[in-house]
């Protein structure tokens, strides 16, 4: 006599079988140098930068303010959106001063060795530099040592993207 496992059984296998295939199948590709993940388990790619939101508004306003459709800037791969035309104007003459570190993807995730996707409401500027972070939680670790945890991203990033 053959026994199958319950329904419920059978069904977080196949979504295990499922997740494990999604990322073996990313895996094989390198990783764009800009986040432009969507939210959630299951978003997968976009060609937003930060969800949307305006870089310059981080450094100007000093909290995250979702960009406009009207005012776009096409920058290593990925499509950047700004509240205003000056964001934008601001940001075209230098934008590595604006970027976030590490392309977007959450800091403390590039730190240990994941990109992964962020919160816009989680951020910290350090000396100048914008980084993001997952959520609320990996932002309180993150805050525990950012100086530490920049040293470590920094050493990690670039081999990140070529996995």
Not at 107 to 124: H, M, R
């Amino acid at each position: 006599m053959t026994r199958s496992a319950p329904p419920s059984q059978t069904r977080r296998s196949v979504l295990a079988i499922g997740i494990a295939a999604l990322f073996a199948g990313t895996a094989a590709s390198a990783a764009p140098p800009v986040n432009t993940l969507k939210g959630g388990v299951f978003g997968g790619r976009a060609n937003v930068a930060i969800l949307g939101y305006d870089p310059v508004a981080y450094f100007t306003d000093g909290r995250p303010v979702k960009g406009e459709p009207a005012f776009v800037f096409e920058w290593m791969g990925a499509k950047w959106q700004f509240a205003s035309q000056s964001h934008l104007d601001l940001f075209k003459a230098e934008p590595g001063k604006y970027a976030p570190q590490y392309g977007g993807y959450c800091a403390y995730g590039v730190s240990q060795d994941n990109l992964v996707g962020i919160e816009p409401d989680k951020f910290t500027i350090l000396d100048g530099k914008l980084y993001l972070n997952y959520d609320a939680d990996v932002q309180a670790t993150w805050l525990k040592d950012p100086a530490g945890y920049v040293k470590q991203a920094d050493a990690k990033f670039k081999a990140l993207l070529a996995k």
